[in-house]
């Protein structure tokens, strides 16, 4: 059962770098870059995750009682923040690059490059 | 206070300048670069004071907030790594000496107090990375290191850093993502992001995971070689290189692409015992590839006509070079290599900072129209010349040293082979940074050159970068001397003799 | 033999360098103060070599480190052989620094050119002293540099095409002496002038491999052939002084490295097992030489530029130089006839050679001509210069009485001892072809010196006066060198190879017989006879057959040899970069570019043939749209030659396309036979017009932009899909391979 939750995440890892693959279009390769690294922070939950845990409070109720690791999730905290300001930057950017060429096709873009040169 | 604090206090000052930098410098527009300047020499003076406690104590530890790991984050400094951060706030400081009264020239007004901004948490990210003894603390810095330096090329708005910008951003964040999932992969086996515990763990983790920890051996690899400019992985470097500001592809290849490098050095010789790797084919494909890439990167700098791209694609080589010195597991190759991470910082952030310098006063960038420049501006032409001398590897400069170690530690790993490429490839340098020198001093002018004067500031940065590339090839070893012991103690643990 | 720690070596060096300053700074204060300081520095530093000679000539040996430098520390160790050579050097040095202040009087950046004059001198000398091979290294680069503005002082485009030549030769070869360093740091841990063979072999390391290096090492700076590509474009292009010394200085240092490393470093005790290494590595330089000194010759004699068969000739005589390396390094221990030879035309070459190019040099600075062609007839206004220039021609030729003299017949000692040693056949021969390149040697001198003085003058010599004073003066001086060094023979001997060859453990037997060469004997005296009889007979050919020979261009060195090597290395490096930026990229982009591409065209017609209603108007004629037809095809057929450009990958979607094209068209022609009646066709035809350009302009556009981007490259932005197959491929490879 462990497994076949990795494999998921595996098969959205690959999604989102089949989406950065296949897609010409700036912001759905920005899409795929999220997908990517949901599933990176997937994994890390998934990880962190104790069957039947509770969530990692420990009061005098439940000392004893198996909890779910809260390092994961405090990591997969950060990395969010890191993702989406990685995005608002690249979103910035293309934005920028939609001013100056018109489109946001990456193949457009290059044969207008191709072009100018 | 000071002594004990001073590692958090580094990476934090040129943090917080930043932000000061964003509140007040937006009105007034001097005070960025004042500010800026004297939070790179500050925290250029607080490395210094760190190398010295270093070479006092041995190694500095210090935990935040008082956690001892595995719980808390520690910081730590040994020789290599006081060596490296010294190298990256040296240049830091100077690069940004150089642009005080050039960097306006050459970018938008409007930008100039956000450029310092992003130069100083690229600083303060560059020196985390190197302090960070923690994996995870590690790819925070390396994510804000990659944002800052993605947004250092684009940062003059116009078309080409756009382009180069998105593209060096998007594969940083894939490259980031892989080490991410290594790190990841790491904590699974074995319950530690701190690198010493995690050192302690990975024998057992190896032995009933095996297939994990070398799946994230290998994505840790990849992620680092993508973000260091690894052979074939280097497509990104030349454009975001080539077409950023002048100080920052000084900053960009001096230093940026070194850190990850560090990060590797971290990871192959503080993390994975060095035995276990003898034992894996990653040294071959660390040194096929980097051979290649310092082929194919000298070929193709050789093929550049812009002077720029040329001097980025001589770093997809030089970068060769450093993964060569720790693809060969030997004890002069790593010092080989942990020196040439610093005569490349010092001679290629001189090689931009002079090119730059030459194309701002001839107006182009092609390297045919860069004839004759040496006779009107003596100072950048030399300090172009002597960073060629030292990248080609004459003697008594900076560069001939850490050929030197790399050759010697080819020899010592009984590879006698790639003591050929070392040597065979400096002379494919010299094939690309010749003609410019020549050019630059016994050719007639091609284009009509601006008489300007220079700006004293990178009239000095140049001139203590010369003298840097000297000293540190006429006394090496004094940077040598203090780096043996742990590079020793590093092989020695393990057995050595691999 | 006794040490002494002396300042000496380091002053010998210090004064060159920082004479470099001085010559500088006394530039902004006239041209006559720098020439007088210029002189001063060089005659100083030829005070100190003499003083030096004197000291080690008394048998202690001179040795100065600067400890800290660099790691390894900067070494000086003068024995016999350097102090002596350290002399010759200075002397050769001041005397074409006395000619050149007339000679460069009307030339331009002339402080650049003292300059560094006399900071090649420093890194030249410092060679000579250096105590270990690091330090020879050091110095060598110095002097690479350095020499690499004189040789292109003129700035034209014939010298910086020689310069660049020069340059990368040169730096390849630095970088083959520095791997000679490395092997010998590594396997010694020093680089000092000790025996390391057997060392060299314990470690595994072949001592070919050391060989090879040092041959692309001293060989460049020799004039070895075929590395010697160099030396014929660089000298004649330098101005006369700086090719004198080039021809006459820098290229022994080549010479002087092979005699330091072949017999110290590179040796073992004759009855080693070792030896054979040895024995094979003489006898390839015995070959080297002979072969060197024979094209050179030839060379010589089939140029006619007077400096170019100068060039030529210094290459021939490295020849000479190089085969006694060879012959005494053959015999190991017994061979102190092959290093006397060796070391003994070295000196003597330094003189004559210079000698000669500055005489060209005059001739030059008088008539400013330097073809030989051009000239002739100068005997009348230059008769000085003439009996100058037969003095140096009968030193090089080896007429007895002059100094060639006694270092040709030690060196044609040397290799008939090699042959009654050894008994090998090849020995013989290769005698034969020492003597028969003696005779080309007189060959071309007398070429030169015939065309020159003698016969109809080409121009109006008129105005040509002959040479002034300094110049007199400094070629006296050359002749009372040849005259001493060739009448004293024995003696010369006694006191200048006796001593060198007394450091090496030579036998004893041989070192006495080195004390009674038969100079005077009889067969040696009649020697120039068979030379300038072959001279004749070769001068009679060249002067009956000398138009028809054309040396065809395939059978240059540069052709056979460079140009080969370079198509090689650039076939290899170019498919490489192919490989590896443009095809394997392309394939993989190609995959998602080029599918994408084939779903729009797709879903286009598709959508195209749903929108298409059956025209209304009246139909054409059918064979009119058939023309049409067979325009759009041929055009197409056009487009596709542009394509073939591309891919595999290209021309299948093509034939799509095509084929898709192909199904429209029919029903677009099933359509119209449908219609036949009652439709207005203009409409029609308007219609089927636009579609089909529209069609061609699309696939010109498609085709525009596989022509102009039809490859992968770094500035596209589709640069993912290449890296993240490479991520992935890692992956799977960590994956895969491991497990």
């Not at chain 2, 002594?3 to 007040?24: R, W």
């Not at chain 3, 016969?455 to 040479?467: A, N, Q």
């Not at chain 3, 439709?679 to 029609?684: F, K, L």
Request: glycine residues 8%; charged residues 15%; positive net charge.
């Amino acid at each position: 059962m462990d497994n076949l939750f990795y494999a998921m995440i595996f098969i959205i890892f690959l999604t989102g770098f089949w989406i950065m693959l296949r897609q010409s279009n700036l912001i759905k390769k920005i899409i795929g870059m999220n997908i990517m690294e949901s599933a990176i922070f997937l994994f890390l939950v998934a990880m962190g995750y104790v069957k039947e845990g509770s969530a990692p409070i420990a009061t005098e109720a439940n000392p004893g009682l198996a909890y779910v690791n809260p390092l994961p999730s405090a990591l997969v905290l950060t990395g969010i923040v890191v993702s989406v300001s990685v995005t608002a930057f690249a979103l910035g950017l293309t934005v920028r690059l939609y001013k100056h060429y018109g489109t946001m096709d990456v193949d457009e873009i290059t044969r207008m490059r191709s072009e100018e040169l | 206070m000071i002594t004990a604090h001073i590692m958090p206090l580094t990476i934090l000052l040129p943090l917080v300048g930043a932000y000061l930098i964003l509140l007040v410098g937006s009105k007034h527009r001097s005070f960025a670069r004042n500010f800026g300047l004297l939070t790179t020499g500050i925290t250029f003076a607080m490395v210094c004071y760190i190398t010295y406690l270093v070479s006092n104590q041995g190694k500095m530890a210090y935990y935040l907030g008082g956690w001892a790991p595995p719980l808390g984050i520690e910081l730590r400094a040994d020789p290599i790594t006081a060596f490296l951060l010294l190298t990256f706030a040296g240049v830091s400081f100077f690069v940004l000496l150089f642009a005080y009264d050039i960097l306006p020239g050459e970018i938008n007004g409007k930008v100039i107090t956000r450029y310092y901004a992003l130069y100083l948490v690229l600083l303060g990210s560059l020196l985390g990375i190197v302090l960070s003894n923690d994996f995870f603390n590690i790819y925070v810095f390396l994510e804000i290191s990659s944002i800052a330096a993605a947004a250092l090329v684009a940062v003059n708005g116009d078309k080409l850093a756009m382009e180069a910008s998105i593209k060096y951003l998007v594969m940083s964040t894939l490259g980031s993502g892989t080490v991410l999932m290594g790190i990841a992969g790491l904590y699974m086996v074995t319950g530690y992001l701190s690198l010493d515990f995690l050192a302690g763990a990975l024998p057992q983790a190896y032995a009933s995971h095996p297939l994990t920890v070398l799946m994230t051996l290998g994505m840790l690899t990849v992620g680092i070689a993508v973000k260091a400019a690894l052979f074939p992985l280097h497509v990104w470097l030349p454009d975001a290189h080539g077409s950023a500001p002048t100080s920052s592809s000084a900053i960009l290849s001096g230093l940026v692409v070194k850190v990850y490098i560090a990060v590797l050095l971290k990871l192959l010789y503080r993390v994975f015992p060095l035995d276990f790797l003898a034992a894996l084919p990653l040294q071959g494909s660390l040194l096929v590839m980097a051979t290649l890439g310092i082929f194919i990167g000298s070929i193709m700098a050789i093929r550049q006509r812009d002077i720029k791209k040329m001097l980025a694609y001589s770093t997809v080589a030089q970068i060769g070079y450093v993964f060569l010195g720790i693809g060969l597991f030997s004890e002069k190759a790593m010092l080989g290599a942990v020196y040439h991470v610093f005569s490349h910082a010092v001679m290629k952030s001189m090689l931009f900072l002079s090119a730059g310098l030459l194309i701002k006063y001839s107006g182009k960038r092609t390297i045919a129209d860069l004839s004759g420049l040496g006779r009107v501006y003596p100072i950048p032409m030399i300090a172009f010349s002597v960073g060629a001398l030292s990248m080609v590897g004459v003697p008594p400069l900076a560069g001939f040293m850490s050929k030197w170690y790399l050759g010697l530690g080819a020899l010592e790993a009984n590879q006698l082979l790639f003591l050929l490429v070392l040597l065979l490839s400096s002379l494919l340098n010299g094939f690309y940074y010749m003609p410019i020198v020549i050019g630059g001093f016994f050719k007639k002018e091609t284009v009509e050159i601006r008489q300007e004067k220079i700006p004293l500031g990178a009239q000095i940065s140049l001139l203590v970068l010369i003298a840097a590339t000297f000293f540190f090839g006429l006394f090496s070893n004094i940077p040598i001397s203090f780096l043996t012991p742990t590079v020793q103690g590093i092989f020695s643990a393990f057995g050595g003799g691999i | 033999m006794s040490e002494a720690v002396s300042i000496l070596p380091l002053v010998l060096v210090l004064l060159p360098t920082l004479g470099t300053g001085a010559v500088v700074l006394a530039a902004r204060y006239g041209q006559h103060l720098r020439s007088q300081v210029t002189n001063f520095v060089m005659f100083a530093t030829f005070v100190a070599a003499c003083w030096q000679f004197y000291i080690v000539q008394q048998g202690t040996e001179l040795v100065y480190a600067l400890e800290g430098f660099m790691e390894f520390g900067l070494r000086w160790r003068v024995d016999f052989v350097g102090a002596t050579f350290s002399v010759v050097v200075t002397l050769v040095w001041f005397l074409a620094t006395v000619f050149a202040r007339d000679y460069m009087a009307h030339e331009h950046h002339q402080t650049r050119f003292f300059a560094f004059w006399t900071f090649t001198l420093g890194g030249t000398v410092g060679v000579f002293v250096a105590g270990d091979l690091f330090s020879l290294f050091l110095f060598f680069e110095a002097m690479t540099f350095a020499a690499y503005v004189l040789v292109i002082h003129e700035q034209d485009r014939e010298s910086m095409r020689a310069g660049n030549v020069y340059l990368y030769l040169s730096i390849a070869g630095g970088l083959a002496l520095l791997g000679v360093i490395f092997l010998l740091q590594f396997v010694v841990g020093a680089t000092g002038f000790e025996p390391a063979l057997h060392l060299i072999v314990a470690k595994g390391i072949s001592p070919w491999l050391i060989l090879v290096m040092l041959i692309g090492g001293f060989g460049v700076k020799a004039g070895m052939l075929p590395l010697h590509i160099w030396l014929p474009k660089a000298h004649p292009v330098a101005p006369a002084p700086a090719s004198a010394v080039l021809s006459a200085i820098m290229i022994k240092t080549g010479a002087y490295g092979f005699l330091r490393l072949l017999y110290v470093v590179l040796s073992v005790p004759d009855g080693s097992a070792l030896f054979v290494y040895q024995q094979n590595f003489g006898y390839l330089f015995i070959w080297i030489g002979a072969v060197t000194m024979f094209i050179g010759a030839i060379m010589g004699i089939l140029n006619d530029s007077m400096k170019r068969v100068l060039a030529y000739s210094s290459i021939s005589q490295m020849g000479y130089i190089l085969f006694a390396v060879g012959s005494g390094v053959l015999l190991g221990s017994r061979g102190a006839f092959g290093f006397a030879g060796a070391w003994m035309h070295m000196i003597n070459h330094a003189f004559f050679k210079s000698f000669l190019f500055l005489l060209a040099g005059a001739v030059y600075l008088h008539t400013g001509e330097l073809d030989l062609n051009k000239l002739g007839g100068l005997r009348r206004q230059m008769p000085i210069a003439l009996g100058f220039f037969l003095v140096a021609a009968a030193s090089i030729t080896g007429i007895p009485g002059f100094n060639g003299y006694v270092s040709k017949i030690v060196i044609h000692e040397a290799i008939l001892e090699a042959y009654h040693l050894l008994h090998w056949p090849s020995l013989l021969w290769l005698e034969r072809i020492f003597v028969i390149t003696g005779g080309l040697t007189a060959a071309y001198i007398s070429k030169i010196w015939l065309k020159t003085f003698f016969g109809k003058p080409k121009k109006d010599w008129s105005e040509v006066r002959d040479l002034n004073l300094s110049h007199r003066l400094v070629f006296g001086i050359y002749v009372a060198i040849s005259l001493i060094i060739g009448l004293s023979a024995q003696g010369a001997v006694d006191r200048l190879v006796l001593p060198a060859a007394n450091l090496l453990p030579f036998d004893q037997g041989d070192i006495a017989h080195l004390g009674h060469v038969p100079f005077w004997g009889r067969a040696e005296l009649l020697s120039p006879v068979t030379s300038y009889a072959i001279a004749v007979a070769v001068l009679f050919l060249l002067w009956k057959f000398g138009d028809r020979i054309k040396v065809p261009r395939w059978l240059s060195v540069e052709y056979l040899v460079y140009r080969q090597v370079y198509n090689g290395f650039r076939a290899g490096i170019l498919g490489l970069i192919y490989l590896a930026e443009t095809w394997l990229p392309s394939r993989i982009s190609s995959l998602t570019r080029a599918w994408r591409r084939v779903d729009q065209v797709t879903q286009e017609t598709k959508a195209q043939i749903k929108r298409w209603k059956p025209p209304k108007v009246e139909l054409i004629s059918a064979t009119d749209l058939m023309k049409k037809l067979e325009e759009a095809r041929a055009q197409e057929r056009e487009q596709v030659k542009v394509w073939r450009v591309g891919d595999g990958e290209l021309k299948r979607r093509i034939q799509k396309v095509r084929q898709e094209w192909q199904e429209r068209e029919e029903r677009l022609e099933e359509r119209i036979y449908d219609v036949v009646e009652g439709v207005p066709r203009g409409e029609a035809k308007e219609e089927g017009k636009k579609s089909l350009d529209e069609r061609v302009r699309e696939l010109a556009d498609w085709a525009a932009t596989r022509k102009f981007n039809p490859y992968w490259n770094t500035k596209n932005l589709g640069f993912d899909a290449w890296i993240v197959a490479i991520v992935i491929a890692l992956i799977l490879f960590v994956f895969l391979v491991l497990r």
